[in-house]
């Protein structure tokens, strides 16, 4: 009786130690991937990583009294080194984005305040100026970003409508400032990709509508003076698209030299 007493007793304790052996190199395998994880600078994925092996570690089981407080500090360590730097790095970010943004309300300001000389390329000149600094004043919030980014626009907007430029040259002016908020805002590669698959697919559809209108004149007689009339109207409106097509095909061009 007594053999068979101790007999089920180291039966159940091979099997606990079994038990605590595969708890235990389950645990050293999350170890070993949260050391690797430690010192990463992708902070979103490698947050969703830890917090995934932590889980793990919660149903790997007990790795036995020997081993399971060892395991568990070292895993903890390695897994609290990531997110300290994690909050180090947010905080310092910000508190930049933070001073940019007290820096970018400055330059509105200015902008604002900016008198005309009456000499028409030093104003330019100063403008352009003012959306180099811009762009370089660097990154605030994303919540505070597209306010800012309005403010900015409408203040130099207004000084471009009260000077005498061409509408061609107010659009190239216009559409270099906003490459510039693409470049300067989060995500500025990603933005001038987008912006250039845009204005791509612009492009593809003025094209596709001059081809029309084309095949549509074909096919109409213009002999009439109504007729004659619809012909000048189409033809103006064909002429309207070629230019918007050039102008679109040089911003396309402009971008991707930005994105090279």
Known sequence: MCNGFFDAKNAWFDQLKDQYKAARERKQALLTEALTLKDSTEWRSTADRLKNL???????????PRDENKLWNKFREACDAFFQSRKETFAQQDAEQAT???????????????????????????????SLRWMNSGRVSPRQFDELNVRYRAVLDKHYESMKMEAGEKQRMRFQGHVEELKSGPDGPSNLEREGRFIKRKIEELEGEMKQMERSMGMFNFKSASGMEMKKEMEKKIEKLAKDVDRLKGQHKELLKELR
């Open 54 to 64: 932590q889980q793990k570690w919660k149903e790997a089981g007990s790795a036995g």
């Open 100 to 130: 940019n943004a007290k820096d970018k309300e400055a330059l509105i300001a200015e902008i604002q305040a900016y008198t005309h000389t009456g000499n028409r390329n030093t104003d330019v000149e100063a403008l352009k100026a003012f």
